[in-house]
T-cell receptor
Framework: GAGVSQSPSNKVTEKGKDVELRCDPI?????LYWYRQSLGQGLEFLIY????????KSGLPSDRFSAERTGGSVSTLTIQRTQQEDSAVYLC????????????FGPGTRLTVT | SQKIEQNSEALNIQEGKTATLTCNYT??????LQWYRQDPGRGPVFLLL???NEKEKRKERLKVTFDTTLKQSLFHITASQPADSATYLC?????????????WGAGTKLIIKP
């Protein structure tokens, strides 16, 4: 079956612009995660959605970052007024349900803020 | 402070030999530990999960050990092949209240030389 897809694969934007990153999780997966990965760094947790529960936003680095998940499926991560330090690869992952289950990752979106 | 460490230097191994990667952590009490493989330009791919009460887990040429006293996990690839070359990430799974949180290492780059 289809895996997790993300779009765009690459995004170059000017400092101060807003960007939207999209994630299509595996059908039927109730858990969805967003991570940020900078070169040579581990994955930095951003936000977690589980079913209809309130999302865990504890990893969002600032109020410029927000995310939503519509209909329990597709998710959009929005970064407002982008800064150069936002440049990174943004990874989305889904999982069958909450818990210590394996996560299935998308290919990521490489964001470059100039 | 709490941290998770993987060898930041690349590990070069001769084809056919066993590759051993290390994941050390401090001040965490993980319920589980996961290992993932990441190829350039791709998201991580789940390999193995080991529980805190398990000493060892095997899957084909892969073996993971988990020593909660030493706070260390070892990841072994036997009969290594050039196709095993990738970055390997460990992730601690912390069970807090009714939530699970993953803490990721930065990964170790493994290079298998033919």
């Amino acid at each position: 079956g289809a895996g997790v897809s993300q779009s765009p694969s690459n995004k170059v934007t000017e400092k101060g612009k807003d960007v939207e990153l999209r994630c299509d999780p595996i059908s039927g997966h109730t858990a969805l995660y967003w991570y940020r990965q900078s070169l040579g760094q581990g994955l930095e947790f951003l936000i977690y959605f589980q079913g209809n529960s309130a999302p865990d936003k504890s990893g969002l680095p600032s109020d410029r970052f927000s995310a939503e998940r519509t209909g329990g499926s597709v998710s959009t991560l929005t970064i407002q007024r982008t800064q150069q330090e936002d440049s990174a690869v943004y990874l989305c992952a889904s999982s069958p349900q909450r818990g210590a289950y394996e996560q299935y990752f998308g290919p990521g979106t490489r964001l470059t803020v100039t | 402070s709490q941290k998770i460490e993987q060898n930041s230097e690349a590990l070069n191994i001769q084809e056919g030999k066993t590759a051993t990667l290390t994941c050390n952590y401090t001040n965490y009490s993980p319920a589980y530990l996961q290992w993932y493989r990441q190829d350039p330009g791709r998201g991580p791919v789940f390999l193995l999960l080991i529980r805190e009460n398990e000493k060892e887990k095997r899957k084909e040429r892969l073996k993971v050990t988990f020593d909660t006293t030493l706070k260390q996990s070892l990841f072994h690839i036997t009969a290594s092949q050039p196709a095993d070359s990738a970055t390997y990430l460990c992730a601690l799974v912390l069970h807090m209240d009714s939530n699970y949180q993953l803490i990721w290492g930065a990964g170790t780059k493994l290079i298998i030389k033919p």
